[in-house]
């Protein structure tokens, strides 16, 4: 029957949603062995791994809306007033590790949502930075601001373009041509 279907799709999501969400609750108090020991009864659980990764990726829902509003504002606030848009790129940062942080002890290394909310950050970043150097050419403190980005982003592609544009700066610095 399609109840008792809909029960064994639902139930072990829901079940293990209450573990995550406590899981989550434990990260961003900084409380590393309540993370573990709530992910290690979820990995125990018996049930599918498929699960355990929805269920977390469900919890984090709340935690990938804050960082995306974040990356909303700090773009808008960079396309705005770009002569100060190191501020938004600061506050993107100061505003999002905490997030990260907390979002890193629960997924994976490997996890595709984990490494496209990190590259979110890195990326927006990166339009904040280009913003500030090509209005004021501060090229130093747009080469400091990428480099704490480098730090965030994960995929070989944003890497490469956030190196690339680091690379760029470092030449600009040492030809002489800076603010």
Not at 73 to 91: C, Y
């Amino acid at each position: 029957s399609s109840t008792v279907d809909e029960m064994r799709r639902t139930l072990p999501l829901g079940l293990l949603t209450i573990n995550a969400h406590l899981a989550i609750l434990a990260s961003e108090k900084d409380d590393q062995a309540s993370v573990d020991r709530h992910l290690q009864i979820m990995h125990a659980s018996g049930m599918e791994n498929g699960f355990v990764e929805e269920a977390l990726l469900h919890s984090l829902e709340p935690s990938r809306e804050r960082i995306k509003t974040f990356c909303k504002s700090a773009k808008a606030q960079a396309e705005a007033d770009p002569v100060h848009a190191n501020r938004p790129a600061q506050n993107l940062l100061d505003q999002c590790q905490p997030v990260l942080v907390s979002i890193d002890r629960l997924l994976a290394k490997d996890t595709p949502s984990r490494q496209t909310i990190h590259d979110e950050v890195a990326l927006r970043g990166l339009d904040c930075s280009i913003a500030y150097s090509n209005k004021t050419e501060d090229w130093k403190v747009s080469a400091r601001l990428l480099e704490a980005y480098l730090k965030i982003a994960e995929s070989p592609g944003t890497r490469r373009r956030l190196e690339e544009n680091i690379n760029t700066l470092k030449g600009n610095l040492e030809s002489g041509n800076q603010w």
